[in-house]
């Protein structure tokens, strides 16, 4: 087996979300035990401009939703950005998780050589598929599934690397 | 061009690594600035039993250079963890980036399916050669960049998430 646009992708992406959706039950479990309200950790920010833990996990998903979509060439599903529980947080990343799994591998295979323009209020900003995957999905998708774990770590929450990595 | 074992790590992690290496240079500038102790920072984490910023710049080089190394069947060379000052985690970078710069595609394409083994304390893991870079060393690596981007955006440093992408 080769590796693959889809390959270093999907099933990838797949994996850590249900990672997350894991550490996210246990958070919830956490404060239920605790009698900790939710919206306490929902809220929390590494610093005051970043995105609170709620946003974080929405946007690591969308940033994989959008960017197979892209790869793919399919319309990218907007999801209404109204999560309010961990819970809800967890029907968000399973309903990424559906869709992405829709994907097939000839779909999103071939890839690297595709030009996608993203429109940022900056400007537009052009990549050929292979470094859009590498240089921009992967990274920004890592980095917000660290950051929401990293905030419930620094919440208190017992998790640990390996719910992280999902062994 | 196709996406390789290769073009899906070392060009990446290099490329991330010189990203981090100008955050810890923002960040010395940063403490220059404010007459701020630099051990403050690089002594700062996320909760008491995670790992230093220091120790988190250290692991995200040593995840990337042992991955790299035993997908190529190279010796994985060690590095003594001695490093006080942000300068000296940046010359720490750029030695891992220097060592991984000596791969020539070849030495980790087709590293796929190759065995590799794991040994830890809690036991021998045994991985295929993709399932290791992209389930182990890259979710690896990213955790370990974007802890130390999220310390120093927590220890009031002025950076953002171009600085991490690099763009």
Do not use: W
């Given at each position: 087996?080769?590796?693959?646009?889809?390959?270093?992708?999907?099933?990838?992406?797949?994996?850590?979300?249900?990672?997350?959706?894991?550490?996210?039950?246990?958070?919830?479990?956490?404060?239920?035990?605790?009698?900790?309200?939710?919206?306490?950790?929902?809220?929390?920010?590494?610093?005051?401009?970043?995105?609170?833990?709620?946003?974080?996990?929405?946007?690591?998903?969308?940033?994989?939703?959008?960017?197979?979509?892209?790869?793919?060439g399919a319309?990218?599903?907007?999801?209404?950005?109204?999560?309010?529980?961990?819970?809800?947080?967890?029907?968000?990343?399973?309903?990424?998780?559906?869709?992405?799994?829709?994907?097939?591998?000839?779909?999103?295979?071939?890839?690297?050589?595709?030009?996608?323009?993203?429109?940022?209020?900056?400007?537009?900003?052009?990549?050929?598929?292979?470094?859009?995957?590498?240089?921009?999905?992967?990274?920004?998708?890592?980095f917000h599934?660290?950051?929401?774990?990293?905030?419930?770590?620094?919440?208190?929450?017992?998790?640990?690397?390996?719910?992280?990595?999902?062994?």
């Amino acid at each position: 087996m080769s590796i693959s646009m889809y390959s270093a992708s999907v099933p990838v992406a797949i994996r850590l979300l249900n990672n997350l959706s894991a550490i996210l039950g246990k958070a919830a479990a956490h404060c239920e035990a605790r009698k900790i309200d939710e919206t306490a950790l929902l809220n929390s920010r590494i610093f005051p401009d970043m995105f609170p833990l709620s946003r974080q996990v929405q946007i690591a998903g969308d940033m994989i939703k959008g960017g197979v979509s892209r790869l793919a060439g399919a319309e990218i599903p907007r999801f209404e950005d109204n999560e309010a529980s961990f819970a809800e947080l967890q029907a968000r990343i399973a309903k990424t998780v559906d869709y992405l799994s829709t994907f097939k591998p000839e779909q999103v295979d071939g890839s690297e050589d595709k030009d996608i323009e993203i429109t940022r209020s900056s400007g537009t900003v052009k990549y050929k598929g292979q470094a859009y995957l590498t240089e921009q999905v992967l990274p920004n998708f890592f980095f917000h599934v660290t950051t929401a774990y990293n905030l419930l770590r620094h919440g208190g929450v017992e998790i640990g690397k390996r719910d992280y990595l999902g062994n």
